[in-house]
Nanobody
Framework: QVQVVESGGGSVQAGGSLRLSCTAS????????MGWFRQAPGKEREAVSC????????YYVDSVKGRFTISRDNAKNTLYLQMNNLKPDDTAMYYC?????????????????WGQGTQVTVSS
């Protein structure tokens, strides 16, 4: 049974930092790309970042470039998202997803398994 579980969300003030974690089981974690998505109230879910199976293949949405860093520890089946200099616009439910593919992608249809989400709230 595939299971994806996020953790690390919370409430911070603007300029603060959070580190999201995501563990995945029931699948070959190291053999596929992984992604982070977010959905703010009243908005569509968007791809925030993804990392391919092979190191060096990453994607960041423009609004988080230079502030967020995605990484993975295949030995621990864990994906991370380090979020620095958080802004109120980063407030959203953050979802971790495991891709069908080895390459990083921004399309939700590329992902086969999703977590329940972890809430990030940034106050001004």
């Amino acid at each position: 049974q595939v299971q994806v579980v996020e953790s690390g969300g919370g409430s911070v003030q603007a300029g603060g930092s959070l580190r999201l974690s995501c563990t995945a089981s029931g699948l070959t974690f190291g053999g596929r790309a992984m992604g982070w998505f977010r959905q703010a109230p009243g908005k569509e879910r968007e791809a925030v970042s993804c990392i391919g199976r092979d190191y060096g293949t990453e994607y960041y949405v423009d609004s988080v470039k230079g502030r967020f860093t995605i990484s993975r520890d295949n030995a621990k089946n864990t994906l991370y998202l380090q979020m620095n200099n958080l802004k109120p616009d980063d407030t959203a439910m953050y979802y971790c997803a495991a891709s069908h593919y080895v390459l990083c992608g921004r399309t939700e249809g590329m992902y086969r398994a999703w977590g329940q989400g972890t809430q990030v709230t940034v106050s001004s």
